[in-house]
């Protein structure tokens, strides 16, 4: 378990990095949805390469298809839509601010998520504790993007 809290801690770092190398992608090319494509592209490859080298690489049957609920198929529409965050917004308004506001939104809604067992998640309730953690979030990204 540890080792996968390990992992969460580097997609964190990363997470914080990336819109600056992506925003840097896209100074460079003039052209920052160009920038984008080409990210997206790295990151496709690098999965490929990670299926092959595991052993997954391979595509489901249409039964298997055929069971995907509608809402599944979106990943990739918010994955384009961070991505395009990141190279219009990252630069104009710091990292610290970018990245807080999207982890805070990112806790807020997982905590709603959660509460009432949307897009595939077992029932979490949403917990004084679980509600205070949000706000004080939302207060948090709110000093870090005031000063």
């Known amino acids: 378990m540890l080792f996968l809290y390990g992992f969460a801690l580097l997609a ?75 190279l219009y917004l990252s630069k104009r308004i710091g990292a610290a601010a970018f990245l807080g506001l999207i982890v805070t939104a990112g806790v807020v809604t997982s905590i709603l998520l959660d509460n009432f067992g949307l897009v595939g998640f077992k029932v979490h309730p949403a917990s004084l504790w679980r509600i205070l953690g949000g706000a004080l979030m939302i207060g948090g990204v709110g000093l870090v993007a005031r000063f």
């Open 12 to 86: 964190g770092l990363a997470s914080a990095v990336e819109p600056g190398q992506n925003a840097g992608l896209a100074k460079s090319f003039g052209r920052p949805l160009l920038a984008g494509v080409v990210s997206l592209l790295v990151s496709i490859v690098t999965i490929a390469v990670i299926m092959v080298v595991s052993g997954t690489f391979g595509l489901p049957g249409m039964d298997r298809l055929a069971e995907v609920p509608w809402w599944a198929w979106l990943g990739g529409l918010m994955s384009a839509g961070l991505t395009a965050a990141q």
